[in-house]
T-cell receptor, first 113, second 109 residues
Framework: EAQVTQNPRYLITVTGKKLTVTCSQNMNHEYMSWYRQDPGLGLRQIYYSMNVEVTDKGDVPEGYKVSRKEKRNFPLILESPSPNQTSLYFC????????????FGQGTRLTVV | GQSLEQPSEVTAVEGAIVQINCTYQTSGFYGLSWYQQHDGGAPTFLSYNALDGLEETGRFSSFLSRSDSYGYLLLQELQMKDSASYFCAPTGGGNKLTFGTGTQLKVEL
């Protein structure tokens, strides 16, 4: 089954404690991205990756890091989480061609206290 | 720059037809996608328009006018399960998908 898997689904952490949200896809997609969703603000892109070892900033990259060492995995790293990073996070993948369907993971609800 | 506008909320009755409009400004525009998101769920792909005109997929149709930087999603024979948020998402340079704040559709009996 084609899918994007994020872990964990829910996470409560404390300010400053480094965390990683994992994302894995089994569709051999080149393009992967991370979004955060906040009430009234819609989905905003954090980082994206066009292929292995190729990443770039989205609209709201501050406070986040990513890496793309393998095609299937695209982890999101928060080195020093702060309460303003409390949000719902989605990973998505698609073929590189524009307009192809983006598949989203189930989401990770992160709370930073 | 980039901008995206769609209504924040639309209400319609079951069985009716509803149109959700979207205007955009996107550099390196390729086409316009539509996504549906139920509360607490992940966005799911509905349609994509690269060329002007209407694309029909079952009860849903999507329209694009590139010259007007405008598109819409048309939902026919509305059902309660169609209550969700709908996002238009222009694809720009580098296959970058930009999502707006979405339109919350409420379907009433």
């Amino acid at each position: 089954e084609a899918q994007v898997t994020q872990n964990p689904r829910y996470l409560i952490t404390v300010t400053g404690k480094k965390l990683t949200v994992t994302c894995s896809q089994n569709m051999n997609h080149e393009y992967m991205s991370w979004y955060r969703q906040d009430p009234g603000l819609g989905l905003r892109q954090i980082y994206y990756s066009m292929n292995v070892e190729v990443t770039d900033k989205g609209d709201v990259p501050e406070g986040y890091k990513v890496s793309r060492k393998e095609k299937r995995n695209f982890p999101l790293i928060l080195e020093s989480p702060s309460p303003n990073q409390t949000s719902l996070y989605f990973c998505a993948s698609s073929l590189r061609q524009p307009g192809t369907e983006a598949f989203f993971g189930q989401g990770t609800r992160l709370t930073v206290v | 720059g980039q901008s995206l506008e769609q209504p924040s909320e639309v209400t319609a009755v079951e069985g009716a037809i509803v149109q959700i409009n979207c205007t955009y400004q996107t550099s390196g525009f390729y086409g316009l996608s539509w996504y549906q998101q139920h509360d607490g769920g992940a966005p799911t792909f509905l349609s994509y328009n690269a060329l002007d005109g209407l694309e029909e997929t079952g009860r849903f149709s999507s329209f694009l006018s590139r010259s007007d930087s405008y598109g819409y999603l048309l939902l026919q024979e509305l059902q309660m399960k169609d209550s969700a948020s709908y996002f238009c998402a222009p694809t720009g340079g580098g296959n970058k998908l930009t999502f707006g704040t979405g339109t919350q559709l409420k379907v009433e009996l």
